[in-house]
């Protein structure tokens, strides 16, 4: 459930207590985005199912309607946890998260500090105080180092400042409750507080929070050093933070200390690093966006018995999602196969098994979100197991015939095959009600999505006269979707050994090609329809969505050559990137969720569409922008979203406050993109890698590419820019592994 938008009949709706816009999402959920939350700088942990937001000088403030805390399953452990010396906030230095993603460091000092009336007996930066944070598994741990660069001996109060609420994740975005579980009293030792939750789910969640060495005094929210240090002296202090249910059991051994923690999750990078294939640039920044990229999809995987994938986003999205899940998948895919694997192994393990109207559940239907916090456990929320997604279905299919492709990998297909034939079956049953050939959706349950295309605003999905489209809608991405499952499922069949299936699929992806030209295409308007509503109307706006149809093939080279035009235009390309949604349009607005802001994800799809039909030079556009967009916005990695303003020379893009990050098809996006500008397929079966060499960008001299899986076998290389034209160079190749290079 991942709508942001602000509604109709909402706007400009105040909170008495705080200054809180209502931001409307689906129909019955929201986001309360306090006004601090779009002036706040924070820094973000994550290892897997787990993560962390601090403010920029990593505390845990105590404030309704921002995500700061230490978050596992939806539930928030760690509400508040402030440092203080002498009884005042420490002066903030710098802050920043490790190249792999696996530390946070924040440097700070004292304030001037008085102790007989005004006079400063202690000036500001005399006492160096460096926080670090690590998460290992279901654990948050820190730890303060104190140095003394006074002259003198120095003794000095710390206090931490700590609760714990046991949030819902739904509540943290503004939900409310008619009633809440039980908080039973804390319990205090010598060197711990544990905090106990009993929820209206009946299980009981706890959080102990260890301090190391034994505080100088310790309260149920309290707990005080006193410390005396030497001209140069140092101490550290050590503090865990452990979660989970008490009713679990098995629970995995922890590390005691912090340099265990940390050395445990460089060590799970490390393992999960193995697996990428290496992507590396002359061009600054290209370089980093691609490092910082691989890190934070790194960090994102869920490793666990029951299945890997990787969560969708950070803070709101930390579960997996089908939609988003696949397409990050499908972006990293010859770069990293394994993630391919994992994701089409859980989805098929949640596939649709019954027709269940309260969440939107058919059979052969695929997941679109799955939660485990305690308002989802209670049906507070529909989204405990949530299939509201009318994508999802055919991503799947699409992504594992191109693993297929990718890999040669025969095993995997015959293993999810009876998922393969079930999601078919969805798809030309459920998805297609009314035997038209399009995939439609409308919600069963009311408190679900309204719109369940990736655009799942309430307000996406419209005509050019602004008003909503009625219900069922066929958006067109989907049936490129759905065209791309058909055409890349019939090849997987056919090496099966399902000659009449694969004959079927092609016949079926063959009519619905002709069909949608005929129907989406808008002649005079050169693009392609948004959808089709309930009346078979077309929407005849311009939107991003149309892009999508290059990328899966669906259109023809014409329309394609018109198409490409009207996303190049100044009424689609901000500069940053390509808008969601025309300037021109009536509902067109550059702050919008999805009606004119830019998409990195989006635009991923777009340039690989553009590069399809020979348009190279606009996807290096698109790459362009966003590789600017990435500098300017000091995100490391690209964003979610942010807003579809028009460029403005000696300006920069302008941020979307509440947008996730890291954020995993977003950060998948450049590896997406880099394929687009390549040409550049492997083909498993043949054991080939076929890159299209064209003009490369004028700012890039190299882009070196090492330990690529190609069949059985592996190949580094090198692409140059050479005043002849780009050039290809074989660092090393092993196993027997062809290269095609097309020019």
């Known amino acids: 459930m991942k709508d942001r938008r602000v509604g109709a009949g909402t706007l400009g709706l105040r909170d008495s207590r705080l200054d809180a816009t209502v931001i409307k999402a689906g129909s019955d959920f929201h986001i309360q985005a306090s006004s601090l939350t779009s002036r706040r700088a924070t820094r973000v942990l994550v290892n897997g199912e787990s993560f962390a937001v601090f403010e920029v000088g990593g505390d845990v403030l105590e404030t309704p309607y921002e995500p700061l805390g230490f978050f596992r399953r939806d539930t928030r452990y760690l509400s508040r946890f402030e440092l203080k010396i002498a009884g005042e906030t420490p002066y903030y230095l710098n802050s920043y998260t490790s190249q792999e993603n696996a530390q946070l460091r924040i440097n700070l000092s004292n304030p001037d500090l008085g102790f007989r009336g005004t006079e400063i007996e202690l000036p500001r930066n005399s006492i160096q105080l460096e926080r670090n944070w690590v998460i290992a598994g279901p654990a948050l741990f820190h730890k303060l180092i104190v140095r003394n660069y006074a002259r003198l001996r120095v003794e000095i109060l710390l206090d931490f400042w700590f609760g714990v609420d046991f949030a819902d994740v739904f509540e943290v975005r503004g939900f409310k409750r008619a009633s809440r579980g039980r908080h039973c009293e804390p319990q205090v030792t010598r060197n711990t507080v544990t905090f106990r939750y009993r929820g209206l789910d009946s299980a009981t969640r706890f959080a102990t929070i260890i301090f190391e060495p034994q505080p100088a005094a310790l309260e149920t929210r309290h707990a005080s050093f006193l410390l005396t ?193 079930r999601a078919l079956d969805w798809i030309e049953r459920c998805g297609d009600a009314d035997g038209d050939m399009y995939v439609e959706y409308l919600r069963e349950t009311p408190r679900g999505l309204a719109n369940q295309g990736w655009k799942d605003s309430f307000d996406a999905i419209s005509h050019a006269d602004g008003a909503l489209a009625r219900p069922p809608i066929a958006v067109c991405e989907v049936q490129g979707y759905v065209y791309a499952a058909y055409s890349s499922i019939a090849d997987v069949a056919r090496r099966l050994g399902h000659e009449p299936l694969a004959a079927r699929l092609t016949q079926r992806a063959a009519m619905l090609r002709s069909r949608f030209w005929r129907d989406f295409w808008l002649e005079h308007e050169r693009t392609v329809a948004l959808a089709l509503d309930a009346d078979k109307r077309p929407c005849r706006v311009m939107s991003s969505n149309a892009g999508h149809c290059l990328a899966t093939g669906l259109l023809n080279c014409e329309q394609a050559e018109a198409l490409a035009k009207r996303l190049m235009s100044e009424e689609m390309f901000s500069g940053w990137g390509v808008r969601t949604l025309g300037s021109g349009e009536r509902r067109y607005n550059p702050m919008g969720y999805h009606n004119g802001s830019v998409w990195p994800h989006d635009n991923a799809l777009i340039a690989a569409g553009l590069a399809r039909f020979k348009k190279r030079e606009d996807a290096v556009r698109i790459l362009d922008g966003l590789l600017q967009a990435a500098s300017y916005l000091k995100t490391g990695s690209l964003p979610e979203l942010f807003c579809g303003f028009p460029r403005e020379e000696r300006l920069g893009p302008v941020p979307y406050p509440v947008a996730c990050h890291p954020q995993a098809w977003s950060a998948a996006s450049i590896f997406m993109i880099v394929q687009a500008i390549l040409r550049m397929e492997v083909m498993g079966f043949d054991r080939k890698l076929v890159i299209d060499l064209g003009e490369m960008p004028k700012w890039l001299e190299w882009l070196k590419i090492e330990n690529l899986k190609v069949g059985d076998g592996e190949i580094s290389l090198i692409v140059r820019r050479t005043p002849e034209g780009a050039s290809l160079g074989i660092i090393e190749r092993r196993g027997n592994v062809a290269v095609e290079v097309l020019k």
């Open 229 to 421: 240090l030497k001209p140069d002296e140092y101490k550290d202090l050590e503090v865990r933070i452990d979660s989970g249910f008490e009713e679990a059991s098995g629970h995995n051994r922890l590390p005691v200390r912090f340099d265990d923690a940390l050395e445990q999750r460089r060590s799970e990078i490390a393992g999960f690093e193995a697996g990428w294939a290496r992507i590396s640039a002359s061009h600054e920044s290209l370089d980093l966006l691609l490092k910082r990229s691989a890190a934070d999809l790194t960090s994102m995987i869920r490793f666990a018995p029951e299945g890997t994938f990787l969560m969708a986003g950070i803070p709101w999205f930390a579960t997996l999602f089908g939609r988003d899940s696949i397409l990050t998948a499908l972006f990293a895919l010859p770069f990293n196969p394994a993630l391919a694997v994992g994701t089409l192994k859980s989805l098929a393990s949640l596939q649709g098994s019954q027709v269940n109207q309260r969440r939107d559940e058919q059979p052969g239907k695929i997941v679109h979100e799955i939660r485990a916090g305690e308002l989802a456990a209670t049906g507070e929320v529909p989204f405990g197991r949530y299939y509201g997604s009318v994508d999802a279905t055919p991503l799947f299919l699409w992504l594992l015939g191109r693993y297929v492709e990718t890999t040669g990998d025969l095993a995997l297909a015959e293993q999810l095959w009876n998922n393969a034939e």
